[in-house]
């Protein structure tokens, strides 16, 4: 039997509307900027003028079988390449229950475990402080992991930084998301 190009194209169709149906995409959205958008005034670091709070992060559409997650923010600096320089991080954390979809603003219940700054000078969120009028870009990532916990320890770590994260959750990823924007 021959399939007319209509019956082809409608069965495509229906493959691809029911994988779409069949796997959540997981999704990261913040209530305070749209991806892509500026980091609000008030969520700057105190330099300028901000309370130095991390931004409230909502996610949605976590995956079957997702037992915890992980949240990375980072930016690369423009002496660094993506893919080849580990970039500059600004909040890691890991051990998220699976029942987790956010944080609100500043994390005040300290939901998972940190790990340091960039500078290894605080464990925790450090927020964003451009220099001068440069406006840089900085990425914030929620990754779905099929563990309930990750070789880092179950405290936070003023040694744990971008590479450490990113090396104990590597092989546990069902999905992830990504909400860029701009300060």
Do not use: Q
């Not at 229906?14 to 209530?31: F, G």
């Not at 600004?90 to 029942?99: G, M, Q, R, T």
């Not at 998972?112 to 870009?137: F, L, M, Q, V």
């Amino acid at each position: 039997m021959r399939l007319g190009i209509p019956t082809k194209i409608s069965a495509i169709f229906c493959v691809v509307v029911l994988s779409a149906v069949a796997n959540a995409e997981l999704m990261l959205t913040s209530p305070v900027m749209e991806n892509g958008g500026t980091l609000p005034a008030d969520l700057k670091c105190t330099r300028d003028g901000g309370d130095g709070l991390s931004p409230p992060i909502d996610w949605t559409g976590a995956p079957e079988g997702t037992k915890s997650f992980a949240v990375v923010m980072h930016h690369y600096p423009a002496n660094r390449v993506e893919g080849i320089d580990n970039p500059s991080h600004y909040w890691l954390v890991w051990n998220i229950p699976a029942s987790t979809s956010g944080f609100p603003r500043g994390n005040p219940e300290s939901i998972g475990n940190e790990g340091g700054d960039k500078d290894k000078r605080y464990i925790g969120y450090t927020p964003p402080c451009s220099p001068g009028n440069a406006a840089h870009e900085y990425t914030i990532t929620v990754y779905a992991l099929d563990s309930d916990t990750i070789a880092l320890g179950a405290e936070d770590d003023i040694n744990v930084d971008w590479a450490a994260l990113i090396g104990a959750i590597e092989g546990r990823v069902i999905a992830s998301s990504s909400l860029d924007f701009i300060n």
